[in-house]
């Protein structure tokens, strides 16, 4: 079974830019794009399969039908019908709000079906763009409320000055937001959980604030302060290397000028490769080829045993 290529699905937001369409090759005029879906699951979000033989199915009908081929034998035991991951870029024009996301135990416990850990990958970045990613000043939750009162919370959370090639890990409990200027690719759990804990005290056109879950975060915060939330990682030629690793995914990053052989025989698992930079072919054991360029992701199917890459190209892996 070949790669599956989709169609993405571009989400409009009062905070978005105009660089998605650009970057994607999109013959679109959509404006203020800050949202790309490019693998989805997400129930009445779907992306559409643009290829092959399930060209025109989405991808929950695709899942339904091949099950453990299309995702492994070991994550549809572990999560059925549910597609695990949910692959976005983002473009922040805007500030986004402060947020946190609950760990699939808190979120069951809440009557959602899991939790969102999740991890971000900087593709271009303006000179002054930010973000803020964990505690730097350890409070407790009292204080935290106290803090989000007074409008002083940012004063607690870390936060980075930004370039391309940027990785930063964000498991469940983890306080964090993008800053104006980030282009940012986001591999997630497939969850919509998500609690405001701070947005600038912005109102939209009718002089409204949007809703805050001060209550709701306080008890998903992971209040411990760590020395760096700034992924650590030496980037190489021609080798995969790893930008995270944890029960929800693991990915990494190759960055390729010469063929190279990727064995995936071991993983019992779906692959998603997003071509961040240059353009080449993928061409897998059956000798299916799938040509992919800057922006474009492919989902591979567990049933594929190993790759091979030509090119000169940037991808990012992941799988479960």
Not at 65 to 84: D, I, M, S
Not at 241 to 256: G, K, S
């Amino acid at each position: 079974m070949q790669p599956l290529k989709f169609k993405p699905l571009l989400k409009q937001t009062i905070w978005g830019g105009n660089k998605i369409v650009p970057f994607k090759h999109l013959d679109s005029n959509l404006q203020n794009v800050g949202e790309s879906w490019e693998i989805s699951g997400v129930p009445g979000d779907e992306t559409i399969v643009a290829n092959g033989e399930y060209e025109g199915k989405n991808l929950n009908e695709v899942l339904k039908e091949l099950q453990g081929k299309l995702v492994g034998e070991k994550n549809y035991a572990r999560f059925g019908n549910e597609f695990p991951l949910l692959i976005k870029f983002i473009d922040a024009n805007d500030d986004l709000s402060i947020q946190v996301h609950p760990t699939d135990e808190l979120a069951q416990k809440r009557g959602k079906s899991r939790g969102k850990t999740e991890m971000w990958y900087l593709m271009e970045s303006d000179p002054k763009a930010y973000l803020n990613c964990g505690m730097k000043t350890a409070i407790t939750p009292q204080q935290y409320k106290e803090m989000v009162a007074n409008n002083t919370i940012c004063d607690a959370i870390s936060n980075y000055n930004v370039k391309r090639g940027d990785s930063f890990f964000i498991p469940a409990g983890r306080i964090h937001s993008i800053g104006k200027g980030c282009f940012i690719l986001e591999i997630q759990q497939t969850s919509d959980v998500t609690y405001r804990i701070y947005d600038f005290n912005r109102k939209d056109k009718d002089g409204n604030t949007r809703e805050l879950h001060t209550e709701e975060a306080a008890e998903c915060i992971n209040y411990m302060v760590e020395e760096n939330y700034r992924t650590n990682y030496v980037p190489a030629k021609n080798v995969g290397v790893n930008l995270a690793t944890c029960p929800f995914f693991t990915t990494n990053l190759y960055d390729l000028d010469q063929p190279m052989n990727i064995d995936l025989s071991q993983l019992d698992s779906f692959v998603i490769l997003i071509c961040t930079n240059g353009k080449g072919t993928i061409t897998d054991n059956e000798g299916n080829t799938v040509g992919m360029q800057t922006g474009d992701s492919i989902l591979v199917p567990a049933t594929t045993q190993h790759l091979k890459v030509e090119g000169t190209i940037e991808l990012i892996q992941t799988y479960v």
